[in-house]
């Protein structure tokens, strides 16, 4: 049976790479920059001023000079003054103002007294200001033309301000997917309707639509299937047709009502794989369809699906996007675990920090995989790999935080 590594590099070698298209600046947060943004001048594109206070030359101030005389004002946004070829006079600054052509420095209204328009700076601060000082050279930051975001990015505010800052007013991005979340099962009744002792409210498909949406994949829409063959097959060839990735939950292992193999089969949906070594999820079933639509079908176990949400289709969906690889975070455990059966396990935690600020992962398993609600609390899950048994504290493994 299939490694988690050896399951994840299949999905991954088939899945297709995304299209890419102009996003605005506006709408851009959270999605995959294909085309690296660069500086189309100077940053900053002037020397800019850092401090309110009042603008000149620094020579003045090392000859001993320590009144002068004001003979204008500059804020930010307007041209700039010139200082003229006088060594007594100074320009009042604004943080932001460009510097006045003459002034090579700016002496802090704190440091200064003001009598009408002149300007005593203290003796004690008179020799400190040197050129440059309280000024935000020209290109100190980036020189036109240097990459300030390379392609690969997921656009948080601190990248969209800098494309802002860059004149972009469009960027291209890759194309989200329309994404299908199936819930299979007779047993499921909606949230709000009357529910018998023998039935189960539906969660699935609700908890995997809200962590695509906080993964950056809004475009998600929700469907339900009952146990009859025929609906499911007719019901899926519609659903296949009209989005680009599909998933679904329940009905993939060996029960007599587990019919979504044999359908997707039908449907020439191609299976790539059908069982992992892992639990939660060991029947986890993948496919592609004819028209390379990429098929993820969990176990109905909610904490099946939901961890293998995280394990497989969102790395899938970013590999896809042309997201840059993310190193695994590793993480010591906070307590010993032992796991004898011969497969991965992907154990919920809860990170915490010691006495010495070092992050650990505190073991919070689940009663069973349908156990839910006991993910509420917890940070991620750590994978322990198969063919060891016992895992010390200490022990640093791989960890994937929920979204």
């Known amino acids: ?70 003979i204008g004002v500059q804020a930010a946004g307007m041209i700039p003054r010139k200082l003229g070829a006088q060594d007594d006079v100074c320009i009042e600054i604004m943080t932001g103002a460009a510097r006045p052509e003459g002034a090579d420095c700016v002496v802090p209204y704190e440091d200064v007294t003001r009598a009408g328009d002149q300007i005593t700076v203290a003796a004690d601060v008179a020799k400190r200001p040197t050129a440059g000082s309280a000024i935000h050279r020209r290109g100190s930051d980036h020189e036109a033309a240097d990459l300030i975001v390379p392609a690969g990015i997921r656009l948080g505010g601190r990248e969209i301000a800098v494309a802002a800052a860059c004149g972009c007013e469009t960027i291209a991005v890759a194309v989200r997917p329309r994404v299908a979340v199936v819930a299979t099962g007779d047993e499921l009744v909606e949230p709000g309707m009357p529910v018998a002792p023998h039935q189960i409210r539906r969660s699935n498909d609700y908890g995997l639509r809200a962590a695509l949406a906080a993964a950056g994949y809004p475009g998600v829409e929700r469907f339900h299937l009952r146990d009859v063959r025929e ?32 359908v997707l089969e039908c449907l020439q949906v191609k299976k790539v794989l059908h069982g992992i070594a892992q639990r939660p999820g060991k029947p986890m079933w993948f496919g592609v369809s004819a028209r390379r639509t990429p098929v993820f079908a969990f176990p109905g176990n909610p904490a099946a699906a939901y961890t293998g949400l995280h394990r497989y289709v969102l790395p899938a969906l970013a590999r896809a996007a042309g997201a840059t690889d993310t190193p695994v975070r590793r993480v010591p455990l906070a307590e010993a675990v032992t796991f004898r059966p011969p497969l991965a396990y992907f154990l919920p935690v809860r990170l915490e920090a010691d006495a010495v600020g070092m992050i650990r992962a505190r073991p919070d398993p689940l009663n069973t995989s349908g156990d839910f609600a006991g993910l509420v609390g917890t940070d991620g899950f750590v994978e322990l790999p198969a063919g060891q048994e016992e895992f010390p504290a200490g022990y640093v493994a791989d960890f994937r935080p929920w979204i």
């Not at 009905?251 to 979504?260: A, C, I, Q, T």
Request: charged share 30%; with cysteine; proline share 6%.
């Open 1 to 70: 049976m299939l490694t988690p590594a050896e399951a994840e590099k299949l999905i991954q070698a088939v899945l297709s790479p995304a299209g890419t298209e102009d996003c605005p600046l506006a709408e851009a947060h959270g999605r995959v920059l294909r085309r690296e943004i660069r500086a189309d001048r100077d940053l900053p594109p002037f020397d800019r001023v850092t401090m309110d206070g009042y603008a000149l030359r620094s020579v003045a101030l090392a000859e001993g000079r320590r009144t002068f005389r004001v």
């Open 231 to 262: 609906e499911i097959e007719h019901r899926l060839w519609h659903i296949l047709a009209e989005f680009d990735v599909v998933l679904l939950t329940g009905g993939v292992s060996k029960g007599k009502f587990d019919y979504l193999p044999a």
